[in-house]
């Protein structure tokens, strides 16, 4: 399932850490990023069917703070993905390191990357985490694990969730199938998002619209179903997440979206947990 | 759900958080326990079927160093519970606090309770946990919650095993259900077992035996069907876990068993996650 993993050529990445679970195995690795100048992290968990051939895969992009180890731990996505027979990414949200640029808050800097490639110093020479995950990741992947190139889905949660949506209508022909969990659908229109592109890209707004959601799908819609689930209890909804700009930039555009308010659900992984057999379940039926 | 939780007679516990979570509710309890002297914290998972009437409740012991969280974030036990209408609860692993004794080993001391009730200073004073457990948690939560006083379970992981099968063998009419992943199921032969017997109980051995799984079942089986997965990769395997001993006294005393062990997994939650879904329908099939 690694395949040529400490080959004599080279040795692209490092196994942390493998765990049999579900009857596949979920494992950690580490790899020297030249997107991002430093030693990334990712997880991944490959179901039993991969020892037969290659399988589809599915990208998880983690919200704020996160890293690999929160979707692993508290999802429980290994269950139905081994049912189902689809490998699932876990990278990190940014760059990390002593060395590395950083801020204090908990939205911006490391644990924060925003899925785009940052042009305004100090960020530029490593946050550039959309090249990160849509090339040279997703490139590695391919090369060492039993996962299929027209295969692809994308997923995430809140950050993650506007990773998901924008690199997937950035690149509908390497994602194919797409969901997401309360995302920053509008960060254009929300403090998370405005902070982020104001740092990463500048205060010139016309270089931002091409990493908003609600701004790509009105230009460029995709053929593929987009499913999300929002709690509806979540503190972040109204201000952060802002369902109805996406909603109707979706209508208007004539893209195929099923948006789900969850009564009474907040924004945590204990509302992750109960829907996402649904959400791989939608990428493994448009895969 | 919460029945009299505020009401003006007597304050029991205070809810510290609440999460709908797969259609019920995850929710984190603290009280003070005279049993341990100090304030302990719980969580409990209620089913939805719980609006309608008391259901049936399986109570889950951790393991060395855990809290309630680690089962609660990591087992994914809601889905299944929620399916089956089983409330879990999931207690401490042993008295807390700055003021209380304590020890720098991970095995001795705060985290590592055992489930028994400790005789020797400076431990004894809050080191109750088999009263704590079994008396004083068990009446506040059949008070407090919808959960069947004739209808509960135990069950439990590696330290939390040895905590399930002891407390069922010893009380076969309040846990009518049993069932454990990588027990400590002869602790009188494992190093784990001797340190915190020998230091929560002295070292005359003849006081050990009442808190040894593979002891008390020679002496008094029990009706009910004890399940039991190990990992065959778990490192703990022969020199904490000593299955061998286990089926060998069930077998000489006639006590029902099936004893797993699972090919390649470890001790981790990734093994607990994968196997959680046997253990409560295990449980709901014999309350």
Avoid at 139 to 162: C, N, T, W, Y
Wanted: charged share 15%.
């Amino acid at each position: 399932m690694m395949k040529g993993e400490n080959n004599e050529d080279s040795i692209l990445m490092n196994t942390l850490s493998s765990w049999k679970s579900y009857g596949g195995t979920l494992s950690v690795h580490e790899h020297d990023s030249n997107a991002c100048g430093c030693a990334m992290q990712f997880a991944v968990f490959t179901p039993p069917q991969a020892a037969n051939g290659k399988v589809p895969v599915v990208w998880y992009l983690s919200g704020l703070t996160c890293n690999w180890s929160n979707v692993m731990e508290k999802s429980g996505l290994q269950r139905v993905a081994a049912e189902l027979g689809v490998m699932v990414i876990a990278p990190d949200t940014s760059p990390r390191g002593d060395a590395l640029p950083n801020d204090e808050a908990y939205d911006l800097g490391q644990g924060a990357g925003f899925y785009i490639d940052a042009t305004e110093a100090p960020w530029a020479t490593n946050f550039q985490m959309e090249t990160y995950i849509t090339r040279e990741l997703n490139e590695l992947v391919l090369k060492e694990f039993a996962a299929d190139p027209a295969r692809q889905g994308i997923m995430g949660h809140s950050m993650g969730g506007h990773g998901a949506l924008t690199l997937h209508l950035k690149n509908p022909q390497t994602y194919k199938s797409v969901s997401a969990f309360s995302p920053i659908a509008a960060p254009m229109q929300a403090p998370w998002g405005k902070k982020a592109f104001a740092t990463y890209l500048g205060s010139d707004e016309s270089n931002w619209s091409a990493h908003d959601a609600s701004q790509l799908v009105s230009g460029s819609p995709s053929k593929a179903p987009i499913l999300v689930d929002t709690g509806g209890s979540d503190g972040f909804l109204e201000e952060q997440l802002t369902p109805d700009i996406f909603i109707a930039a979706c209508k208007a555009a004539g893209q195929s979206l099923d948006y789900r308010i969850q009564d009474g659900y907040d924004h945590s992984y204990w509302f992750i947990a109960s829907f996402i057999e649904d959400h791989l379940r939608h990428h493994a039926k448009h895969l």
